[in-house]
């Protein structure tokens, strides 16, 4: 099955500086990575994804990488403001229906 | 207006009973998901199913029975809980399986003492 390698499992960031969180995964039949965002107490939501046709999407403040060959991606937060402080998970699926997901990365955005 | 809901928000109850969350989605989605969220915050799939079928059956104990009446509720019934049960509980829907959006449900926080 697929396995989702997530890193740094904590980031501190004073704010307006840029967070980076790295994922790698194993299963070269992934096809689809999406990355969800979760506030304290609250439930994921999905912030943005990309699919294995496509290298790079940007939307607005936070953009998503992929190398497909060396089978990793990255989320890129830039700008960052208090209310990025949250737990950010990577994950990975194919069409076989389960997402696959990292550990998470626990942001805490600095005033 | 909720999209996905799931009840009760908070669980707490002693080692041993039987307990159960309900879960529906009333955004005429095809597919359903519990996922367990463990106190390190690691979000891992017990089980989904596509149209009233089960088509993902993760390795959890047969304690845990899931329920979809229709495709628009998807139930999970534990027996005999355990202290490792104690864990955030989530409930999700794909407009179909593959790979789609997910849409959580505000969690099902439960506690066994």
């Known amino acids: 099955g697929e396995n989702v390698e997530q890193h740094p499992s904590t980031l501190s960031v004073q704010e307006g500086d840029s967070a980076v969180i790295k994922c790698t995964y194993s299963?070269?039949?992934?096809?689809?990575f999406p990355w969800y965002k979760q506030e304290l107490g609250k439930r994921p939501q999905l912030i943005i994804d990309?699919?294995?046709?496509?290298g790079e999407k940007k939307d607005q403040r936070i953009a998503v990488t992929l190398n497909k060959t060396a089978k990793h991606f990255s989320l890129h937060i830039t700008e960052t403001q208090p209310e990025d402080s949250a737990v950010y998970f990577c994950?990975?699926?194919?069409?076989?229906?389960?997402?696959?997901f990292g550990a998470g990365t626990t942001v805490t955005v600095r005033a | 207006d909720t999209a996905v809901s799931q009840t009760p928000k908070y669980l707490v109850t002693q080692m041993g009973n039987d307990k159960s969350i309900k879960c529906e989605q009333n955004?005429?989605?095809?597919?359903m998901y519990w996922y367990k969220q463990d106190s390190k915050k690691f979000l891992k799939i017990m089980f989904s199913?596509?149209?009233?079928?089960?088509?993902i059956n993760e390795t959890v104990p047969n304690r845990f029975s899931p329920k979809s009446p229709d495709k628009a509720h998807l139930n999970l019934h534990i027996n005999s809980l355990e202290l490792g049960d104690s864990a955030v509980y989530f409930c999700?829907?794909?407009?179909?399986?593959?790979?789609?959006?997910?849409?959580f449900g505000s969690g099902t926080q439960l506690s066994v003492l």
């Open positions: 999700a829907s794909s407009q179909r399986q593959g790979s789609t959006k997910l849409f």
């Open positions: 299963d070269s039949a992934s096809n689809y």
């Open positions: 990309i699919r294995s046709n496509v």
């Open positions: 994950a990975a699926g194919s069409n076989d229906y389960k997402l696959s």
């Open positions: 955004l005429g989605h095809d597919t």
């Open positions: 199913y596509n149209n009233k079928e089960l088509i």
